[in-house]
């Protein structure tokens, strides 16, 4: 099943890249107007967007991956020699407990990097010609950020680590990959709001004296935290003077006290910072449902 999910994703991926290239070697998104949201065509005012669903739906894919593993693989690894009892045939045989799971955990372990680095790798190699452009993938975009990187790797083998621990615990199949499907997507969508939230990385804070235009937004990724700030170094809402850069605006803050602007956001450089942060979280809740597992398996079997 892995070599046909690879073998799939390397055809699509080659196929939507060539004709990725090829529209941007056709010089139409040189002509783009520079804005930091979005790519106008000079002149007309047409919004120009590559055609990236399909990338998109393969980091969808990447970001389901550890539900998908948990509970095709990891449900079962353990939990249907446990439910039909095939396990005492087994450990009859002068194969100890730890040699079982090392057999079936390491391969299961190794098949689950090799599709998940290869999935990661492809969608970088894909990502790349278009990667925080207008016209393109921005860093902070869910498919990019959770469906990218070493993030990718490290939640695939915690997919696994939580579906071999259900499937010894539980001892069925079926209520096990239920079981699985449920906490993978549970810690899927809390690192995703820690993400929102900036709860493991916080943003960079960007200021402006005076009135003056504050710094392009362009690639970083907005908080949705900005304002103004007193003499004193106080922060306060940007409704107090809800102008653009203007003479009103300045007008405003001089009779406020405010001696400048600000905002809060998340460079693209910081990108690393969250795979990096991701990767650890996930691998040592692995390495603890691993431990679990080990253990638990010497008293219940």
């Avoid at 929102?196 to 200021?207: A, E, S």
């Avoid at 102008?243 to 693209?268: I, K, W």
């Avoid at 969250?274 to 219940?300: C, E, K, N, S, Y």
Wanted: net charge neutral; with cysteine; hydrophobic share 45%.
């Amino acid at each position: 099943m892995s070599l046909t999910i690879m073998t799939a994703v390397a055809v699509i991926a080659a196929h939507d890249r060539s004709g990725l290239l090829d529209d941007l070697n056709s010089g139409l998104y040189d002509r783009c107007s520079p804005d930091p949201l979005y790519c106008t065509l000079s002149g007309t005012g047409v919004r120009l967007l590559l055609d990236s669903e399909a990338l998109k739906y393969l980091g969808m894919l990447n970001i389901g991956l550890p539900a998908i593993v948990g509970m095709l693989w990891g449900a079962p690894l353990l939990g249907r020699d446990l439910e039909q009892g095939t396990h005492r045939t087994v450990l009859t045989q002068g194969v100890s407990r730890g040699q079982w799971l090392a057999s079936r955990l390491g391969l299961a372990a190794g098949t689950t990097l090799v599709l998940s680095g290869f999935l990661a790798g492809v969608f970088a190699w894909w990502w790349q010609p278009a990667a925080n452009q207008s016209y393109g993938v921005f860093w902070y975009e869910t498919a990019a950020l959770n469906g990218s990187g070493p993030r990718v790797v490290a939640a695939a083998l915690f997919g696994l680590a939580v579906g071999t621990l259900l499937g010894l615990l539980v001892r069925r199949v079926l209520p096990a990959m239920t079981l699985a499907l449920l906490v993978n997507g549970a810690v899927i969508l809390a690192l995703e709001a820690a993400h929102r939230v900036r709860f493991l990385v916080p943003p960079h804070t960007y200021t402006s004296a005076g009135s003056s235009p504050k710094p392009a937004m362009g690639d970083k990724w907005s908080a949705g935290h900005y304002g103004l700030i007193t003499a004193s170094g106080r922060r306060e809402d940007v409704t107090n003077c809800p102008y653009p850069s203007s003479t009103q605006l300045g007008e405003c803050m001089d009779s406020h006290g405010y001696v400048a602007r600000f905002y809060e956001a998340n460079p693209a450089g910081d990108y690393w910072t969250f795979q990096w942060t991701d990767t650890l979280v996930l691998g040592v809740l692995t390495i603890i449902l691993t431990t679990a597992t080990t253990l638990l398996l010497r008293r219940r079997v």
